[in-house]
């Protein structure tokens, strides 16, 4: 059985101003080179809790309670100093929105060269070198010669690739995926979700996918956690949450799930 290598105990988030708690309690430990999937509507506290992870909660929002640990070392115990230097290292973060992610005043390579030349300490040549690489890894065609192209100067699917190969940029060892397929149609959605998968295996990364639609991570996830309101109403192995589902939330979460049959048929339905 693989080893725990991300454990968050307890997790509970929250306005520390007010004592309003927008994550209660949650436990969930996510094993080496696994996949997990934290899945929930919009509003069950996912993002938060991995937010919390990577010690980017938004001002006014705190950890209230609990602890995270990654490789068993506390998270919450770090400076922030430490923390920066983790993100990126360690963990690597593919937001929701690609296009807001990037910075729309500088170019592809000056980018990826901030994030190399700080945590990696490579000089501009080496730096160079390093982004063709990762933009070729993740399926950029030609990567030399998109180099001094913005953000907006790319497709959606390909900021996205972009993302991705920022990401995992400084060598990081676990993957968050937020939402990665947010906003792309549905023959690009399958292109990034195939593609996080392969550089999974190939990295032998553990990935965490964060997503609202079940159907996103099926055949992709190792293990489920559900979040409802905050608070996490299962988890599971991915054949015990898809084919023997425990709570009435999971079952609801499968039933809006789409399927190729469904589509086709233009009906409500099964979600296998």
């Known amino acids: ?81 430490s923390r920066r230097r983790l993100n990126g290292s360690e963990i690597g973060l593919v937001p929701q929105d690609a296009m807001a992610a990037l910075n729309p005043t500088l170019d592809i390579q000056t980018q990826f060269e901030l994030v190399l030349r700080t945590h990696r300490r490579m000089n501009r040549a080496a730096a160079r070198k390093r982004t063709i690489e990762l933009l070729e890894q993740v399926g950029i065609p030609e990567p030399d010669t998109k180099l001094k192209r913005y953000a907006h100067e790319f497709s959606g699917g390909q900021r996205q690739r972009v993302m991705i190969a920022l990401a995992l940029s400084c060598g990081p060892d676990m993957l968050i995926a937020d939402e990665p397929t947010t906003a792309l149609d549905v023959t690009i959605q399958q292109q990034i979700l195939d593609l996080v998968a392969r550089l999974r295996q190939e990295l032998d990364m553990t990935v965490m996918w964060i997503t609202h639609d079940l159907g996103v991570v099926a055949g992709l996830a ?22 023997a589902p425990e709570h009435d939330y999971t079952r609801q979460l499968l039933a809006a799930t789409p399927t190729l049959f469904d589509t086709a048929a233009g009906t409500e339905g099964a979600t296998r």
Do not use: C, W, Y
Request: aromatic share 2%; glycine share 12%; no cysteine.
């Open 1 to 81: 059985m693989s080893s725990a290598h991300l454990e968050i105990q307890h997790l509970t988030i929250g306005f520390a101003s007010t004592g309003r708690v927008l994550v209660d309690d949650v436990s969930l430990t996510v094993r080496r080179g696994d996949a997990t999937a934290l899945v929930g509507e919009s509003g069950s506290g996912k993002t938060l809790s991995m937010l919390a992870v990577m010690g980017l909660l938004p001002a006014g929002i705190s950890v209230l309670g609990g602890d995270v640990k990654l490789n068993g070392v506390s998270l919450l115990s770090l400076d922030s100093r």
């Open 222 to 243: 190792d293990d489920v956690a559900v979040l409802r309101h905050g608070k996490l109403v299962e988890a599971g192995s991915a054949e015990q949450i898809f084919f």
